[in-house]
Every structure is written in C-alpha cells, then in structure tokens.
C-alpha cells in the first residue's frame, strides 16, 4: 500500500510511495522462511545469500512450517490451508482448507504431517503421499488453539500444547485417544508455545510466564524459571536444552543433569524468533524482523537478510502519525518515517507492532504489541529509545494520546490472551515514568481515547483475545487525570461490541463503533445528542483538525457534519490495514495523509481539477 499526502482545500493528493516496507517473517525451520504481511506469502530458502523463492497459492503468512527431504510443508492464515512445496520440481500444491479453522500454528512431521489449528484447537492429519486430510478434533475442547506440536515417531505420539488454557497433552493419531500430562504450573499460563522432543526429553515453553519445562521420562518434571514473558523456540541437543524469550531476545542454555540456566547471549534485543538449530559449532536463529543470527561460543553475529537477497515487500500498515514534516508509518518489527518535501524514507527496526503512534511534538511515542511496549522517536537525532512496558496483563495497545496541558501521554490497551480486561497508561513524557491503572471497566478492555482538559474520555470494547465475550455492551467513560480517578460510566448504546475512535469537535464528544454507528454526545450532562450510521466494511479513526472532523474507512476519507451526514472527500483507497484504519494530519497546514493501494489516475484528475472552495 501506498502513502498518500491530500490537501484537503485544494482537493490535490500525491502519492509518497510505499507506506511500510520490510522483510517480516512467521515461520522459519532449518533454513526456509516464510514472509508475513504480503498477500500471497512466500517461502524462501536461505543461506549465505536467498537461493529459491516461490509464493504460495494464497495466505498473508504462515506460523507452521515442516519439512521432508522432498518438500517444505507451509500452514498459512487467514484461512487455515496447508501447502506443499516440491523441492525438486518446483511446484507448489495445497491439502485445502482444514475444515472452518482460520489459522494453522503449527506444523510436526512424524509418521504423516500434523497440523495444529485456531480457533477450533484442533489437530489434523494430513498424509503426503495420498493427499487426504483427516481431522483428528480438539485434543482438549476447551482450548481454541493448538498453539505447538511435535511428534515422537518412537511411541507413534504427537505432543500438543494448546492455548487459553495451556495444556500438554499427548494425543495417539491411530485411536484418537488423547492424555493430559499433569502439569501443574501450567494452571497459571495462557499458552503452551513451543515444544521439543529429542529421545526421552520433551521441553516446553510457556506464555506469559516464560516457563521452560523439562520432562525427563521416568523422572519428575523440572520447571525453569526463566524471567521472560514468552519462550519462542526450543532445541534439544542431548542433555542440553536451548531456548530463546521475549521480550528480551535472549538465547538461554540448560543443563539437565545440573539444572544451571545461563543467559548466553541477546543477538538481537527485544526480538521475536522464529526458529532455533543447533549444531557442532553453534546455535543458529532467525528472527521474526527478517534477520538470521549465529552465536559460535565467543562470538555473536546477525544478518539482515533482506542484504541477502530476501525481497522487502510493502505490508499493511499498522498505525500512522504525522510529527513536524515527517510522518511515521508503522509495521511488523519496523517504523518507516516519510519526509514528503525531499521526498525520502527511512527504516527503524523496533520491538514490534506499532499499534499506536502519537505526536508530542517534538517526539513521537509508539504502543508495541506483543507485550506493550512503549518506545520514543525523537527526529532530531533520528533514534528511538525505549521507554519502558506497560506490563501487568496488557498486551495489545489500542489507542494513543497526548495531553499538551499534562504532557502526559496516555494509552489504552487490552489484555493478554485468555483474559479479559484492560488498562490505561500514564505515562510523564519529561520523565518516561508509566503508571498502570488495571481493569477501570472491569471484564472491558479499553480501545478509544479522547482527550478533555483534565479529563480523558475513555471507550471500551468486550472483545477479548481468546475469550468469548463476557457482555455485549461497551461503555463510555472518564477517568480524571488530576485525581486519577473514574469520574463516570455510561451506556450511551446498546449492543456496541466497540468503540472504535472517539474525538472532541466543537465542544462535544463524537465516536464511531464497530458496527457503523456514528454518534455525538455531551458525555458530562450525559445526553446523546445525534445518532447516525456509516455504511462501510470497517469504520476507522476520527480526527479533528482545522475544525473539521474526519473519520478513515478501508476505502475513503469521510468529513463528519455537525448533523453527523458525511461526505466523502477522497475515495478509493481499498486499504488493507493490520488496525483499524487510520489517517493522520498536519496540524499547521490541515493537510492529511492516509494510506492505500494506487488510486486510479481518474480519480486523482477529478480531485485535482476541483475548485478549492468545492465541497464534493
């Protein structure tokens, strides 16, 4: 997708080229990636430099990934399918669709191929040689994902570790019959993330917890400690175990025999990784931002592999914001920053997803997800430091704002998977101290925020990740910045699963929620003051600027009228966002930006041509 600079006045619009590019993977085994964000995805084997590409039939990337001396086998979303790449013809061919699931997570090579899917957590059976597809069904039907898989071609077993609750199980392919093995620290834990098995050692890694957990068969089992959040990736090398955890990006080292943990190295901070090898010589990873890393005893050393030959690709972008003459664009593990008038771009690898941007200034701060993160963008000197996380269970930041009079920056967020609620951060911009206030609306996680003097008006949604939702109605609230305190809840609307973006224009509170409806209120008195509806696919961000209100949907730029009709003043987007779609604006001038994909050249004429005073 591209970005796209719109004065509004003039009705002109220029194209700055593509918004957010990278080299983003998903999954990664033994020399072979697949990308993550470009529709189809691809797979590309690696090695000193990208030796063989090809896409895939469909999918905008894939977690599971196995291979065989003859094929690398690929499980893709957003529809869970599973490709076949033939390594020595070339060509490419699908198992089809596992059933209604939407993700395949992953993927285990025993005596046939097994996948682990979401949100059914289930496990499927697909055979190479025949091609049929058996379903196997949900080795434990409370779970929604089997989130790791591996297969002990020794006893004819699959190991299955599930997500939201986190269980290990073993599951037989022949009978169907299935076995909790009893773990009781995993009562505390949302995911069994990884899994290794290597003779009588089986390893498993936990999320949020950050447990590696040894079973010996025979023995007790051992729990590690590791003071991660999340570990990604296991390997097994005799009586050693190998594993890597976020949100440090640390490769840790333990012994069985003696139960030392050691932090061997952090080959690149704060990154995800997306698969582990070990060898004679070392230990070898790729990371979730597209770099290959090798740790050799002494010596660390990292390779981007997109100087390697791996194509970057555009991917939908994440969040925008505009800061002085720059405006920031964000991806998977990276931050792109346009300057328009040069015009130029440059890349940032960061943490994560910036979910959320927002200008101070003279800097702009970023809400990561995983793990909400908060980072800082200052463009003098073109760095981005971290400032912190927002921890306890928040997860996945949902809005962003600035309060200039406070100069508090504040972000809403929902939790992690498996548990319902939110929090709102506070955090002092001359100080990057955050404050968490956890579950303001209880079972509701927070998803909008808009800011009145001393006052943020705070919207909610009853999405929670991994979860049913426990109420079908959202809220309206306001939290007091000064006494840091809630103030008031309301229920403006009935059956609203989310509030989508909420702004202040001309002294009331207008909003927009997921399913259209658009609304303005006095949320202090509390009084609904105008209720409309916008008919579009996905409902966006509202911003005011120059004392207009605008609200971005996946295909236009809509300007909100006071009587809440909306005219649409840039159409043909067809975006394709990873949020909510957003827009962003240039404050002084009242210019906006947005992003998608190329604009026919008759609707760039007809905008240019326009006379400025014309309302279209």
Known sequence: MDLYHFEPVGRVITALGPAVTGTPLTGANSGYVVTRGLAPCAVAEI????????????????????????????????????????????????????????????????????????PGGKVYELDDASGMVRDLGSPLPAATYVRALAADPDRSLIHVGTGCPARLLTLDPATGATQELPILELAGEDFVYALAIAGDLVACGTEPGGLLIVL???????????????????????????????????????????????????????????????????????????????????TTTVIDLGQRGLPAHVEPPQSVCTLGDEVLVGGNFGLCVHRPTEPSMRRYVVDGEPKAMVS???????????????????PQTETISQIGKIGGLSNRPRDIAWSPE?????????????????????????????????????????????????????????????????TANALLAGFDLLERRLRWTWRPLAEVTQYTSLAWHRNLLYGVTRDGRLFAAAPETPQLVALGHIDCAEPGRLIEVDDRLYLATEDAILQVEADLSTTEILTGLASEWHNAPQLAANPTTGDLYACGRELPAAASAMLRCMPPNTTP
């Open 406 to 470: 406070l100069d508090l920056v504040l972000v809403a967020t929902r939790n992690q998977y498996g548990h319902r609620g939110g929090a709102l951060a506070v955090i002092t911009a001359a100080t990057g101290t955050i404050e968490r206030y956890d579950d303001l609306l209880e079972d509701h996680a927070l998803s909008a925020l808009a800011l009145g003097g001393g006052t943020v008006i705070i919207g909610s949604e009853t999405i929670a990740d991994g979860l049913e939702p426990a």
């Open 360 to 378: 101070t200034g003279d800097a702009a701060y970023l809400a990561l997800y995983p793990g909400a993160g908060i980072c800082r963008y200052e």
């Open 47 to 118: 090695g000193p430099r990208v030796r063989r590409r090809v896409s895939l039939p469909n999918g905008h990337g894939g977690w599971g990934i196995a291979l065989s001396d003859e094929a690398v086998f690929v499980g893709t979303y957003p529809t869970a399918n599973v490709h076949r790449w033939d390594l020595r013809s070339g060509a490419v061919t699908s198992f089809g669709r596992l059933g209604e699931e939407e993700y395949v997570f992953a993927l285990a090579l025993g005596h046939r191929l097994y996948a682990g899917t979401y």
């Open 216 to 298: 010996d068969r025979g023995t007790p089992y051992q729990v590690i400690e590791t003071h991660e959040r999340t570990i990604d990736t296991i390997a097994i090398d005799g009586r050693i175990v190998w594993c890597t955890g976020r949100p440090s990006g640390s490769l840790f080292r333990y012994d069985t025999a003696t139960g030392q943990l050691d932090r061997v190295c952090t080959p690149l901070p704060g990154q995800e990784t997306r698969s582990l090898a070990v060898d004679a010589d070392g230990v070898s990873g790729i990371s979730g931002g597209g770099q290959s890393w090798r740790w050799s005893g002494q």
